[in-house]
């Protein structure tokens, strides 16, 4: 894929994730969240979900709002209905991914469209600079089959969501932030080499099988933070095993956050918690 780095990151940090629920009652894994917000700046959050018992997942993300930053929702399996009250709607279903930029103001809500079966996936939030946080929301669908895609000689698939891997560019760039966001599926016995910027804070989170990077085993359900030392990061796997790769360009701005909210000030937190609640969300 690409090979053109001198020094494989290792592992600083093995993080297990906290099982919570949200919304209505949907059960999922919060793998990242605000004691880890400065050390994976740009990143907010990462949530990861996945259930065949449909109680755990039925009842949905009801109307909700948001302010500040992007949310990013990468549905493994399953199918989610997305609505908000700038007109925007869409159904997300294997594969695909919704980038929604909330801005300066959204509401909207995302309900399963399904009785039963698996549903799984990850919603990512990523931080918008102070500049941009009250810009005009943003939404768009993108189809699993518009997700560039790359299988390696040595059998390793790479979907590249956002960023570029090698000479693929993914369906999303981001020029403050500039992230890197690949889906990576292993087969035993396999191993996957990408450069990453020295510039960026990363991480992987292995949700099938494990991985090696360097001497350190990252087992499913577990998040690898990459040091910030190296160019890049060699990943081998000993049994087949799927994650996901991110890295971002730290803002290095103040986070302040309340819930839904995400801006650089307690007054702006202010501000935002007075908009909504007087209806000036969109």
Same mark, same amino acid.
């Given at each position: 894929?690409?090979?053109?780095?001198?020094? &494989?990151?290792?592992?600083?940090?093995?993080?297990?994730?906290?099982?919570?629920? %949200?919304?209505?009652?949907?059960?999922?894994?919060?793998?990242?969240?605000?004691?880890?917000?400065?050390?994976?700046?740009?990143?907010?959050?990462?949530?990861?979900?996945?259930?065949?018992?449909? %109680?755990?997942?039925?009842? #949905?993300?009801?109307?909700?709002?948001?302010?500040?930053?992007?949310?990013?929702?990468?549905?493994? &399996?399953?199918?989610?209905?997305?609505?908000?009250?700038?007109?925007? $709607?869409?159904?997300?279903?294997?594969?695909?991914?919704?980038?929604?930029?909330? #801005?300066?103001?959204?509401?909207?809500?995302?309900?399963?469209?399904?009785?039963?079966?698996?549903?799984?996936?990850?919603?990512?939030?990523?931080?918008?600079?102070?500049? &941009?946080?009250?810009?005009?929301?943003?939404?768009? %669908?993108?189809?699993?089959?518009?997700?560039?895609?790359?299988?390696?000689?040595?059998?390793?698939?790479?979907?590249?969501?956002?960023?570029?891997?090698? &000479?693929?560019?993914?369906?999303?760039?981001?020029?403050?932030?500039?992230?890197?966001?690949?889906?990576?599926?292993?087969?035993? #016995?396999?191993?996957?080499?990408?450069?990453?910027?020295?510039?960026?804070?990363?991480?992987?989170? /292995?949700?099938?099988?494990? /991985?090696?990077?360097? $001497?350190?085993?990252?087992?499913?359900?577990?998040?690898?933070?990459?040091?910030?030392? #190296?160019?890049?990061?060699?990943?081998?796997?000993? $049994?087949?095993?799927?994650?996901?790769?991110?890295?971002?360009?730290?803002?290095?701005?103040?986070?302040?956050?309340?819930?839904?909210?995400?801006?650089?000030?307690?007054?702006?937190?202010?501000?935002?918690?007075?908009?909504?609640?007087?209806?000036?969300?969109?």
């Amino acid at each position: 894929m690409n090979n053109q780095t001198t020094q &494989s990151r290792s592992i600083e940090q093995l993080v297990e994730g906290v099982l919570t629920s %949200d919304g209505a009652g949907v059960k999922l894994t919060r793998v990242l969240s605000g004691k880890l917000q400065q050390r994976l700046d740009p990143f907010l959050m990462l949530d990861a979900f996945g259930s065949d018992v449909p %109680d755990e997942y039925i009842a #949905g993300f009801p109307d909700h709002p948001h302010r500040g930053f992007e949310t990013v929702t990468y549905m493994l &399996s399953g199918r989610m209905r997305h609505r908000d009250n700038a007109g925007h $709607e869409g159904l997300l279903q294997n594969g695909d991914v919704q980038w929604m930029t909330a #801005g300066r103001g959204l509401i909207h809500s995302e309900m399963p469209e399904q009785e039963h079966g698996v549903m799984e996936g990850f919603q990512l939030w990523l931080n918008l600079p102070a500049k &941009s946080k009250m810009n005009a929301p943003w939404y768009q %669908d993108f189809a699993s089959s518009a997700i560039p895609e790359q299988l390696t000689a040595s059998g390793v698939t790479v979907r590249v969501i956002a960023g570029s891997c090698d &000479s693929m560019t993914g369906i999303i760039t981001r020029e403050d932030t500039e992230p890197l966001y690949l889906d990576i599926h292993l087969p035993a #016995g396999a191993t996957f080499t990408t450069a990453l910027p020295e510039t960026h804070n990363a991480f992987i989170y /292995v949700y099938r099988g494990a /991985v090696k990077v360097g $001497e350190t085993i990252v087992d499913s359900r577990r998040m690898g933070i990459l040091s910030n030392t #190296g160019d890049g990061v060699t990943l081998s796997a000993t $049994e087949d095993a799927r994650l996901i790769l991110l890295a971002g360009k730290p803002l290095n701005e103040p986070v302040v956050q309340y819930g839904p909210f995400v801006m650089n000030t307690q007054e702006e937190i202010h501000q935002a918690l007075d908009d909504y609640r007087n209806g000036r969300f969109i």
